[in-house]
């Protein structure tokens, strides 16, 4: 196959693909759960953004105390109520989203660039790089990802970057196998041995033909995963290897409450209620991109 009836065959593939994804697109805005996902997540990126601004209580996400005001209902001074310490629960609840937001993101971004680094090259080369490296993701895959995450983290020590390495270290496995099953379906197909045909290199033919070709399931595991990895994050915050005092992070927060709950129940349920919104909005959401990116999954 000669260089211009490759090029028009990537052309014609990317005219499909752009008319796939408006025809998801118009099925995403009618889709009435989807929206209500990201309608919730545009005003907790809005919050993220503005809480340093707006919160009326900014030394409280910065280590201030307040022991006369400590455990106070929610009221018109404080709508969340205060802690142990008479700390405002509303401003820490609002300055901890921009936290959640970047652990999150970073843990995503980790776990994906090294679960398809790593899938690529398996599903690309096969043979006994591919039977190295699923040994590898099998061993990962055999023990629970949230235990691994602790023993990971407890190794690496307490803080809040130590959580977004150990969880990102734990969840690059179901992006490498998928990654691996995408490359393997895709090398085969015509526009590869068309790479292959006109002297393409293997890193060219992987990243400029193969990995594009993929990415649309990639995204909708990204979108899926967000907010299990903020709750798994909230998890290990909440068992004390998260962020340190006095960081506004929601699953410590949680378990500053716990030992008041349910007298004092808005410590807890506040920061709760906030883990809550961020994770079924990216699961809405996450719903919605893939009836974008892959219609064949929808019900």
Known sequence: ????????????????????????????????????????????????IIAPFVV????????????????QPPSKAHFFGTDKVGRDIFSRVLMGTGLALQVGTT??????TIGITLGSIAGYFGRRVDDLIMRITDIFLAVPALVLAIAVTAALGKGITNVMI????????????????LVISLKEEAFVEAANGIGATHFRILFRHILP???????????????FAVLTAAALGFIG???????????????????????????????????????????????????????????
């Open 56 to 71: 009326p209580y900014p030394e409280d996400a910065t280590g201030a105390t307040h022991v006369m005001e400590r455990l």
């Open 166 to 181: 150990g969880i990102s270290l734990v969840w690059w496995p179901g992006f490498a196998r998928l990654t691996r099953s």
């Open 1 to 48: 196959m000669s260089k211009k009836q490759s090029r028009s065959l990537s052309s014609a593939r990317n005219q499909l693909r752009w008319e796939g994804l408006q025809r998801g697109i118009y099925r995403f805005r009618n889709n009435a759960l989807s929206m209500v996902g990201l309608a919730i997540l545009s005003l907790v990126l809005v919050v993220a």
């Open 213 to 227: 070709n993929a990415v649309s399931p990639i995204i909708v595991k990204m979108s899926t995963d967000f907010g």
């Open 107 to 112: 843990i995503i971004l980790m776990a994906a």
């Open 241 to 299: 290897l998260g962020a340190q005092p006095p960081t506004p992070e929601w699953g410590a927060m949680i378990n500053d409450g716990r030992a008041y709950f349910p007298s004092e129940w808005w410590v807890a349920v506040f920061p709760g209620l906030a883990i809550f919104l961020v994770v079924f909005s990216w699961n809405l959401l996450g719903d919605g991109i893939r009836d974008v990116l892959d219609p064949r999954s929808r019900r």
